[in-house]
């Protein structure tokens, strides 16, 4: 790939090898960033699946948290599917007691929103921005977005509406896990993010 972005994968918990053999395999130099010295080192960062309260208590315990959030407002391109969407979202519903968020992204999102009875599921679903073929999406305890700002674009729903995947500047994220399902097209839209990012270093 032109360029070789260098892209993290915040490596506190959850899927993160799944992200990391999915970026490496697209050519990007990945490496795992648990401190504000490893984020500082990259163009781009993806927050993985997992427990979004857990990630949350240990990035502020490794004091990782606040970098996140500032670098993220300095338009840091950034990828968070389900956990990591939750991660990523100005509000959160259903969150544990003192739940925070890094946040940048104009949503609310609620957490285990398809309830006990559907832990996981499997389903295509149709993304316009990524044309064809439609996207094989694998919900685990997902999220929804039930409330968007103007500025967030709403790149996919399911079939009755609910909003499964969004993205706002240099923010993407997903419900779902298309690193589970060998689906490039999300990860491919954030490296390119993060080449534009790199070509502006020095
Ligand atoms: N339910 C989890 C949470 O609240 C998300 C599940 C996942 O990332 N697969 O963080």
């Given at each position: 790939?032109?360029?070789?972005?260098?892209?993290?994968?915040?490596?506190?918990?959850?899927?993160?090898?799944?992200?990391?053999?999915?970026?490496?395999?697209?050519?990007?130099?990945?490496?795992?960033?648990?401190?504000?010295?490893?984020?500082?080192?990259v163009?781009?960062?993806?927050?993985?699946?997992?427990?979004?309260?857990?990630?949350?208590?240990?990035?502020?315990?490794?004091?990782?948290?606040?970098?996140?959030?500032?670098?993220?407002?300095?338009?840091?391109?950034?990828?968070?599917?389900?956990?990591?969407?939750?991660?990523?979202?100005?509000?959160?519903?259903?969150?544990?007691?003192?739940?925070?968020?890094?946040?940048?992204?104009?949503?609310?999102?609620?957490?285990?929103?398809?309830?006990?009875?559907?832990?996981?599921?499997?389903?295509?679903?149709?993304?316009?921005?990524?044309?064809?073929?439609?996207?094989?999406?694998?919900?685990?305890?997902?999220?929804?977005?039930e409330?968007?700002?103007?500025?967030?674009?709403v790149?996919?729903?399911?079939?009755?509406?609910?909003?499964?995947?969004?993205?706002?500047?240099?923010?993407?994220?997903?419900?779902?896990?298309?690193?589970?399902?060998?689906?490039?097209?999300?990860?491919?839209?954030?490296?390119?993010?993060?080449?534009?990012?790199?070509?502006h270093?020095?």
């Open positions: 790939m032109a360029g070789n972005p260098r892209v993290g994968v915040l490596a506190l918990q959850g899927d993160v090898r799944e992200h990391a053999a999915l970026l490496a395999g697209r050519g990007a130099e990945v490496s795992l960033v648990r401190r504000a010295e490893e984020l500082a080192q163009d781009g960062l993806v927050i993985p699946g997992g427990e979004s309260s857990v990630i949350d208590k240990l990035s502020r315990a490794f004091g990782v948290a606040e970098p996140i959030r500032a670098a993220i407002s300095s338009g840091l391109p950034v990828y968070g599917t389900c956990a990591g969407l939750i991660l990523l979202a100005d509000e959160i519903l259903d969150g544990i007691d003192g739940q925070q968020s890094f946040g940048g992204l104009d949503v609310a999102v609620r957490r285990n929103a398809f309830g006990r009875q559907t832990e996981s599921f499997e389903t295509e679903i149709d993304v316009p921005t990524l044309g064809d073929p439609p996207v094989r999406a694998t919900f685990i305890r997902a999220p929804i977005v409330r968007v700002g103007p500025g967030v674009d790149l996919a729903t399911l079939p009755d509406g609910r909003i499964v995947a969004v993205e706002q500047g240099s923010i993407l994220g997903t419900s779902f896990h298309p690193e589970v399902d060998g689906e490039l097209r999300f990860h491919d839209r954030f490296l390119a993010l993060a080449i534009a990012r790199s070509a270093r020095t």
